[in-house]
């Protein structure tokens, strides 16, 4: 199918050829028609499918058609979403799909200083893209009303859950009108999800797009066995193929991420780190001079690398392996993005080769091991009892962490 077949607005198609654009995502494809007929949806769908594009297409095109649209600026339209990554990327799409027409948007989110917010607010904006917290705080101070709301987006909705914002979503909804289009977005569709979709859509149609099969078609995804010891060398290892010229790694903590930043450029390899704890002017440089291609690596967590768009970005590497194998998933589909050729490369020491074997069930794929490298896996993974000692051990370091860190919090 060519995106011409879609009978989105001609502003639209244009825009949408400049960006390259030939053939609609299926994600677009299946939800396109429906958003066009004004039925609610429930997506399942995750980042890099083409998903922003499959709900912003056709709310843009009802806003350029609708002739009884509220009046000028006012918001029309709210996509909230869990992260200020995800928040700015999604405006930067409504801008880019809207260029030939007068539609405007702003994004708002939280950890900056409001007033930049509040002044592009007060001038009067059609489409509004938000985090929860902040959005509530600038509903609650009369900045925002969303009384004229015809459009409503909730983006990346198990995510939301796991964020803690259940509680903030209600709020929001209980603001909505009645009467408006309703479109929502989950990567994953357990009970809790349903029930919330449930108490937001009016008869939707579901689409979903299977993120599994997608990823066994464009992704080679390779996988080495290695000791703890060795992960760091393997990695330098690997990264001296200068084929990988763009990498994004995953680790899974914060302080991971950070010692393996300055363990690379110990190797001089460049790299920055892009995880919760910084803040977000730095977050927005790292991403920056990653994007500008300044560094090489990117290292993220799993929370901070959702929403990253960068395109064309061909590889992805497991530093650690991720003990839910839907992370995994997740995190492979930042390469290979619509349509692209990618290539993940997961790095396993022994306690996780169980990992290794979820993620396999749930893709119904094995995943390609490099054998005869430099550093194979000698070590055994613990027994049961091991484990259950050394998860105890884990739990009280933890214990004694925190509460040495209350400590000196009260001696301050
Ligand atoms: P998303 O899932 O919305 O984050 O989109 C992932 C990436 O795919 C973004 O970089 C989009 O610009 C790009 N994209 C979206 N739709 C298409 C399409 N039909 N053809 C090519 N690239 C697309």
Known sequence: MKFDNLKLHPFLLKAVKDEGYINPTKIQEKAIPHILNKKDILGSAQTGTGKTAAFALPI?????????KPSFKRINVLVVTPTRELAIQIGENFTTYSKYTDINNTVIFGGVKQIKQTDKLKKGIDILIATPGRLLDLMSQGYISLKDISYFVLDEADRMLDMGFINDIKKIIDKLPRQ?????????MPNNILKLSNSIL?????V?????????????QL??????????ALLTDILKNKVLSQVLIFSRTKHGADRLVKNLKKKKITAVAIHGDKSQPQRQRALKSFKNKEVRVLVATDIAARGIDIDKLNFVINFDMPNEPETYVHRIGRCGRAGEKGQSISICEPEENIYAKDIEKLIKASLTEIKNHKFPQTDLPMNPQQRKEFEKQKQKKKQDFFANRKKNKRTK
Request: no cysteine.
């Open 180 to 188: 408006r289009q309703s479109l929502f977005f989950s990567a994953t």
């Open 223 to 232: 996988i080495y066995y290695t000791n703890k010891s060795d992960k760091r």
């Open 208 to 220: 979903s797009v299977h993120q599994t099969s997608a990823t066994a078609e464009t992704i080679d």
């Open 60 to 68: 843009l095109h009802h806003m350029i058609v609708d002739k009884n």
């Open 202 to 206: 009016n008869y939707p149609e579901k």
